[in-house]
């Protein structure tokens, strides 16, 4: 299974930038889509997850700043990152769940948030 992110880049803080993760197969096949980000010298963390029925889920520190949706006619999902901080600068990665535990990761985007 394979999971394309794009959409990172540079942008000055208070900007925004919108991620994209396009997903090979179908996304119902998976029982969660998630964003993570890992920054220079700090574990990989969770930033958003969205699941087949219900609301997404938001770290704390992302929240009313981020919006993760989902368009499943397309088997894709999106991160809109608004007023960004110098502390979301990370590479950010897709993440996809089965069921049955196996586990899938794109191979990153970078977002850098600088003046």
């Known amino acids: 299974e394979q999971l394309l992110e794009s959409g990172g880049g540079l942008v000055q803080p208070g900007g925004s930038l919108r991620l994209s993760c396009a997903i090979s197969?179908?996304?119902?096949?998976?029982?969660?889509v998630g964003w993570y980000r890992q920054a220079p010298g700090k574990q990989r963390e969770l930033v958003a997850q969205?699941?087949?029925?219900?609301?997404?889920m938001y770290a704390d520190g992302v929240k009313g700043r981020f919006t993760m949706s989902r368009n499943d006619a397309m088997d894709t999902v999106y991160l809109q990152m608004n007023r960004l901080e110098p502390e979301d600068t990370a590479v950010y990665y897709c993440?996809?769940?089965?069921?049955?535990?196996?586990?899938?990761w794109g191979q990153g985007t970078q977002v850098t948030v600088s003046s």
């Open positions: 993440n996809a769940q089965e069921q049955n535990g196996s586990d899938y």
């Open positions: 197969g179908s996304i119902f096949r998976y029982d969660a």
């Open positions: 969205i699941f087949p029925t219900g609301l997404p």
